[in-house]
């Protein structure tokens, strides 16, 4: 890559400029570039910013001053990158370390992102059992789903949970509900999106260490049961996985962001020097 460096000669014409906004605006550049050299991005564009604010008519210097921005806004942009390139390596360790305690279904056929759920939690271990189950796919992003099949239809919508201190958190009523029928008997499902699940994820994440949590599933008639230790440690589990995720993912977008802004930035640069040509 090409960097603009402020040649002595080009210096020494902005400080013994015809003027004294010249020679000024010259001095303030000059503390400009130090200040960049030394890694001080933010002095750097605060003597630049006194340039423009104080000697408008400087062209020549403020022409310099637009170089030397796109310079620093470069380097902080390759800072940014290399910042978030270290922590995507730490997030990804910290994936590796817990990824294989979970089961990952995703039909490539027509899925392109799958979901991760906790093993005591698959559908095929669990059919006829009324329970709240969690899930997060790839990108981090967190559900609840709370399956009731204890009998006859309550049209249920919303579930609550609470520890025996008489503490609770209670979803609020789902968008996204649906009911069935095997082999007669009653299916119920509804989903909760995590960050508008009421707080129950983080409830139940609080509350890790407890034996058992009282569940309890509310419709036209509300129906109770108990989460036991294996359901709890589940859903902190997955609570915990979605945490990795979503940090990757916010990564990844700050990653494409200063890319972005890099290939912006460089496109300029190359202009500017077309146009010297």
Do not use: W
Not at 167 to 193: C, H, N, V
Not at 247 to 271: D, P, S, Y
Request: charged share 25%; with cysteine; proline share 1%.
């Amino acid at each position: 890559m090409k960097k603009i460096i402020l040649a002595a000669a080009t210096l020494a014409f902005l400080l013994s400029g015809c003027n004294s906004d010249s020679k000024n605006a010259g001095k303030l550049f000059q503390r400009a570039e130090l200040a960049f050299a030394a890694g001080d991005y933010n002095l750097a564009r605060l003597q630049i910013d006194s340039i423009r604010t104080y000697y408008p008519k400087a062209v020549d210097v403020r022409k310099a001053g637009i170089h030397l921005m796109q310079q620093i806004d470069l380097q902080e942009q390759h800072k940014t990158l290399a910042y978030l390139d270290s922590m995507m390596t730490v997030k990804q360790a910290e994936l590796d370390s817990i990824k294989g305690n979970f089961v990952l279904e995703k039909d490539t056929a027509y899925q392109e992102i799958g979901n991760y759920f906790y093993p005591s939690q698959v559908v095929e271990k669990n059919i006829g059992r009324s329970f709240l189950r969690a899930q997060v796919n790839e990108l981090g992003e967190m559900s609840l789903t709370s399956i009731y099949c204890a009998g006859g239809n309550i049209h249920h919508t919303a579930v609550k949970v609470s520890a025996n201190d008489d503490t609770f958190a209670e979803t609020p009523a789902s968008t996204d509900s649906y009911e069935t029928t095997d082999l007669g008997r009653a299916i119920e499902k509804a989903d909760y999106k995590v960050g508008n699940d009421g707080g129950v994820a983080a409830y139940i994440a609080a509350n890790k260490d407890k034996k058992s949590l009282k569940l309890e599933f509310i419709g036209d008639r509300n129906y109770k049961t108990t989460m036991y230790a294996n359901d709890i440690k589940a859903i902190t589990e997955v609570s915990n996985l979605a945490r990795i995720l979503a940090g990757m993912e916010e990564i990844r977008k700050e990653q494409k962001e200063a890319n972005l802004k890099i290939q912006f930035v460089t496109r300029k640069i190359e202009e500017g020097e077309a146009k010297q040509e």
